[in-house]
């Protein structure tokens, strides 16, 4: 339950649940969240608010299950709202499987972190003290999820107004990366704390230049050794009006991580996997299988890796590259050795939508048309 609001010294006499409102007062239903105004002298406003607290109070005491019994209808909880806002709200939305699966991720959390509170309990005061728990730019990405949430809510009818958008606006901290050297990734893949499966996901990222997203989640299934080749469909392409699907020519050293991958005794349908050492059933519920590696999971495991590894000491702590700058390096490489722009920004899935649309252009809407492109970076 939230904490009551701080009393000034003058109405420390006031019970629990009553608040100044003006020249008069206003009680705060501690199970609905609901404010009513008292308009009656001081000693009324008090003896109705007593008589209001004996009766709600003990029903927060189990928790609403007796509040259930005498009126048939529970006071909504907030993990009923999050059932809901998935089901009624996410599933309607166009986003990548890759966003779909982080927003997942973050209702898991909040079922388990506030779950069991009725919506009631979840003031402002609640909402920005379990955000304060975060800290920059996750902060904002919490905000706004929970901004959404709360708004579906009270479209609902569950709450009567939106206490995560009355906290505290902060702005995204401006990212400050610099940039991998082939010293400091080659440290990190020879450091013997860095995971094999995390060693393969380095090699795979800097020599295929795909987001960490398509990493994580590309299938065993893309892969066809016969013909050489590895398909993909980057995710963020895929709000495109003209989606965009590749169709990769493995070089030496790329077709090399990816038998490693498909050699793994590990089980898995995916190419990036591991043997995780404890399976938490909201861990795997946001996860694609349970040996899966989600996109949150691969950026900590490699700043971990990073930072123990000792790449980049000499870099300030808030601007270490991320597994993300990895694909900047890679395609750095790639002009390095001489290839085409062109050749790049089509391994990288263009970043000339035009273009894209140049190549599928003449087929029908539904076709999926893989451009045939090339990955042969020589490392």
């Not at 008069?24 to 239903?29: F, G, H, L």
């Not at 955000?131 to 996750?138: K, P, R, S, T, Y």
């Not at 700043?303 to 900047?328: C, K, L, M, W």
Request: charged content about 25%; some cysteine.
């Amino acid at each position: 339950m939230a904490p009551p609001r701080a009393r000034t010294a003058k109405n420390r006499s006031l019970p629990a649940n009553l608040y100044p409102n003006g020249k008069y007062w206003q009680y705060k239903n501690p199970i609905t969240g609901k404010k009513t105004s008292i308009n009656k002298p001081m000693a009324e406003a008090i003896k109705l608010a007593n008589a209001a607290n004996a009766k709600l109070l003990p029903l927060l005491a189990d928790d609403g299950a007796l509040l259930e019994m005498l009126t048939g209808d529970a006071a909504p909880k907030f993990s009923k709202c999050l059932d809901r806002f998935e089901t009624e709200w996410l599933s309607t939305k166009k986003y990548a499987d890759s966003t779909l699966k982080e927003i997942k991720f973050k209702l898991a959390r909040y079922r388990e972190d506030m779950g069991d509170l009725m919506m009631g309990q979840l003031d402002v005061l609640k909402v920005a003290e379990y955000l304060d728990g975060f800290e920059n730019n996750a902060y904002t990405k919490h905000r706004g999820l929970l901004v959404q949430v709360f708004a579906f809510a009270v479209a609902k009818g569950l709450c009567e107004r939106n206490s995560a958008e009355l906290t505290l606006v902060k702005k995204e901290a401006e990212k400050k990366r610099q940039r991998h050297t082939v010293e400091g990734l080659n440290k990190i893949l020879a450091y013997v704390g860095t995971p094999v499966w995390l060693k393969r996901a380095i090699r795979l990222g800097l020599l295929s230049l795909q987001r960490r997203e398509d990493i994580v989640m590309w299938p065993k299934t893309a892969v066809d050794l016969e013909q050489n080749t590895i398909k993909v469909s980057p995710g963020k392409t895929q709000n495109y009006g003209k989606p965009v699907h590749l169709e990769i020519v493995m070089g030496q050293a790329l077709r090399e991580v990816v038998l490693e991958c498909l050699k793994s005794p590990v089980v898995c349908p995916y190419l990036i996997h591991y043997s995780p050492k404890a399976r938490k059933r909201t861990q795997l519920d946001a996860k694609l299988h349970w040996n899966a590696v989600t996109a949150d999971y691969l950026t900590k495991s490699f700043a971990q890796a990073r930072d123990d590894s000792q790449a980049y000491d000499n870099v300030p702590a808030g601007e270490r590259p991320t597994f993300h700058e990895i694909r900047a390096l890679g395609a750095w490489l790639y002009e390095q050795q001489g290839f085409a722009q062109e050749y790049i920004q089509g391994l990288m899935g263009h970043a000339d939508v035009k273009m894209t649309e140049h190549y599928q252009s003449g087929h029908g809407d539904d076709e999926v048309v893989y451009m045939k492109v090339k990955a042969d970076l020589n490392v």
